[in-house]
């Protein structure tokens, strides 16, 4: 039971949590602004477009693991679909990489939002947290890659 005399040492907890959350979501937020407003996407897609006929390529390098889910979608799905669309990659797969990536990129690091907050809720240093991640991290990364080589074990997500 929680007591009165509990009540402001919880609540500065939970604000400072949720600043910690809040401030990576706006850092993501203004990242994902300044990629767009500077036609970043774009420019990968060309660039990507001269260098490799290669849709695996594509979908690695285009989703990848360094933002936040939600910008990532926003800002690579309308960009990189037809590029991919037109390798003859499927839409749903593309799909499936688009939302799959992003979000194991949060619990690894760099941007790792969830990770650490994890470890802050946890009330853990962050170093021991990421070095038993990497074990765990082995099977799902190695199934993504797996199925973004090969759609057709993109079967039973």
């Known amino acids: 039971m929680i007591s009165p005399r509990q009540l402001p040492g919880i609540l500065l907890a939970a604000t ?24 970043i996407p774009q420019l990968i897609a060309e660039t990507m477009l001269g260098i490799t ?8 390098v285009a989703v990848g693991t360094f933002l936040d889910p939600t910008p990532a979608i926003l800002i690579f799905t309308p960009h ?30 760099p941007v790792g939002n969830v990770l650490f907050v994890s470890a802050k809720v ?10 038993a991640l990497v074990r765990l ?12 080589a090969d759609p057709s074990r993109g079967r039973g997500w």
């Open 122 to 131: 946890a009330g853990l240093r962050i170093e021991p947290v990421i070095a």
């Open 80 to 109: 990189f679909l037809p590029i991919v669309s037109e390798y003859g990659v499927d839409p749903i797969h593309f799909g499936l990489i688009v939302v799959f990536a992003p979000s194991l990129g949060t619990i690894t690091p």
């Open 16 to 39: 400072r949590t949720t600043s910690i959350v809040m401030m990576l979501v706006g850092v993501a937020t203004i990242m994902s602004w300044v990629m767009s407003y500077s036609r």
């Open 137 to 148: 991290q082995r099977c799902p990364a190695g199934r993504g890659a797996a199925r973004t």
């Open 53 to 60: 006929e290669s849709p695996t390529l594509i979908l690695l």
